[in-house]
């Protein structure tokens, strides 16, 4: 897979431009604000990459930062958002504006987003409303997601699936983790952050 192309800007269109690498021309899609940072055609540009491969294309998306290309995979897990709708999404908002949406549950904020639905924004929410606080935090610390934290996440989904308000779930998968020996077993976090819970 291609991580990042470096070369001459050779054309730019309304949503994607053609990055010349060593005279092969390179279709990438980007989002509106990557386009206005760009500099003037003819001159160098580097671009982050990822590839959409489907069985009659291979699709190349840029990004002129991590925290952007991150975004833009993560906005693809929610079902029902393709690479065009998630573009749709970072050409209009920030990073920071996109994830503080999702964290505080303002769907109504990602509503206004062109091609983005009353249904599809709520998805974006309830299906990234955990993930993202884990991608907040990686991003700010510049860290990556830790096999633990993922954890703690999906102990934190089985609790509010059972009726637990989030706040109180996080708090007790937290608490549990501190005092497991295996803290990658997600079962394990639940059954004892149960116990803390039936305590208060």
Do not use: C
């Amino acid at each position: 897979m291609i991580a990042h192309l470096s070369g001459e800007l050779a054309r730019v269109e309304a949503d994607w431009v053609v990055i010349d690498v060593n005279g092969v021309g390179y279709k990438v899609y980007l989002p509106l604000a990557v386009i206005s940072q760009l500099p003037k055609i003819g001159e160098r540009v580097r671009l982050l990459i990822s590839t959409i491969v489907k069985e009659d294309s291979i699709t190349l998306y840029g990004f002129m930062d991590e925290a952007e290309q991150g975004l833009f995979e993560l906005l693809l897990t929610v079902s029902g958002v393709g690479p065009k709708v998630a573009l749709n999404i970072l050409s209009v908002m920030t990073v920071g504006q996109i994830t503080g949406a999702i964290s505080g549950e303002r769907f109504h904020e990602l509503n206004r987003v062109p091609g983005v639905g009353t249904k599809t924004a709520q998805r974006i929410v309830l299906e990234l409303r955990e993930k993202v606080i884990t991608f907040a935090w990686a991003q700010a610390e510049h860290k990556p997601v830790t096999e633990e934290q993922r954890t703690i996440n999906d102990a934190v989904e089985g609790l509010v699936a059972l009726g637990y308000n989030r706040n109180d779930a996080r708090s007790a998968a937290e608490e549990a983790l501190r005092t497991l020996k295996d803290k990658g077993d997600t079962g394990s976090i639940v059954r004892a952050a149960l116990k803390y819970l039936s305590k208060g």
